[in-house]
């Protein structure tokens, strides 16, 4: 790639980058109350989320052949026991996934 090509890349990824950061104080300033339909989906878009990464995360697992899914239902039960007491939901995932990896490394291997 040439230098013009690499400016033009780098420029577009700023450009997008600022845009995506500042657009939102753009359309909703302080002084202005929030639509209801941003505060239902800021309500609502998280838990969607975190339910289409679960079912994405035991798509493809074969329940009945194999370990039997067992290091993922483990650290998924690790993850909900982590989230319910600690209320922590960075360290629930990393625990759960560094409890995952040791599982799938060492015991189910």
């Known amino acids: ?13 700023v450009l997008g980058t600022m845009g995506t950061r500042f657009l939102p104080f753009v359309l909703f300033p302080a002084n202005k109350p929030t639509p209801p339909l941003v505060n239902y989906l800021g309500r609502m878009l998280p ?7 679960v079912v994405f995360s035991f798509k493809d697992i074969a329940f009945l052949s194999g370990n039997h899914a067992m290091p993922e239902l483990l650290a998924t039960f690790a993850i909900v026991i982590l989230q319910v007491t600690l209320k922590n939901t960075l360290l629930s995932i990393a625990a759960g996934t560094l409890f995952y990896m040791f599982l799938v490394q060492t015991i189910f291997i």
């Open 47 to 53: 838990a969607a989320v975190i339910a289409l990464l």
């Open 1 to 13: 790639m040439t230098v013009t090509e690499h400016a033009i890349m780098v420029a577009a990824a």
